[in-house]
């Protein structure tokens, strides 16, 4: 599902950016615990300016790799365009941001088209209060809604 709303979204809308959430993997969760949610973006300027608008809200977003590796590896099959699946247990939140970057479209025709600018938010460890995480109560968090509003408005 979210990889067909990565391709609606940039098909259907044209945007300057997108930005999706996701409870992805439990691998982000091991990796980052319940403070900092994981940050992967095909454009380093953007994945910072996400960073630091989480940071000066208070919602921490750390900043992953995408590494070609695993980009390799969504897309070595002899069956399929895409893989759904790593080929191993190590890396998944890596491997889960490679494979929904196979399907942000690209903007442009031919030698100039360039993929849409965008960002994913593994949201696993951070989208429900837990009591290692000082910054929320216990519940829904709402986790990077004040880090969206200051990436667009600047406020």
């Not at 999706?20 to 973006?41: K, Q, Y």
């Not at 890396?91 to 965008?118: C, M, S």
Request: proline share 3%; glycine share 12%; with cysteine.
């Amino acid at each position: 599902m979210s990889s067909d709303g990565l391709w609606k979204a940039g098909t259907d809308y044209d945007p300057e950016y997108i930005v999706d959430f996701a409870t992805l993997t439990g691998a982000c969760v091991v990796a980052l615990g319940h403070e900092a949610t994981g940050l992967w973006s095909n454009d380093d300027d953007f994945r910072t300016r996400i960073h630091e608008a989480g940071n000066d809200v208070g919602e921490l977003a750390w900043p992953m790799p995408l590494l070609p590796a695993f980009e390799k590896e969504m897309t070595d099959s002899k069956i399929a365009d895409t893989r759904n699946l790593g080929a191993g247990r190590w890396g998944g939140a890596n491997t889960a941001a490679a494979f929904l970057k196979q399907f942000v479209p690209n903007r442009g025709e031919g030698d100039d088209a360039e993929q849409i600018t965008w960002a994913h938010m593994d949201i696993a460890g951070t989208y429900w209060g837990a009591k290692t995480n000082k910054m929320v109560g216990y519940g829904a968090t709402g986790i990077h809604v004040r880090t969206m509003v200051r990436l667009i408005t600047g406020e």
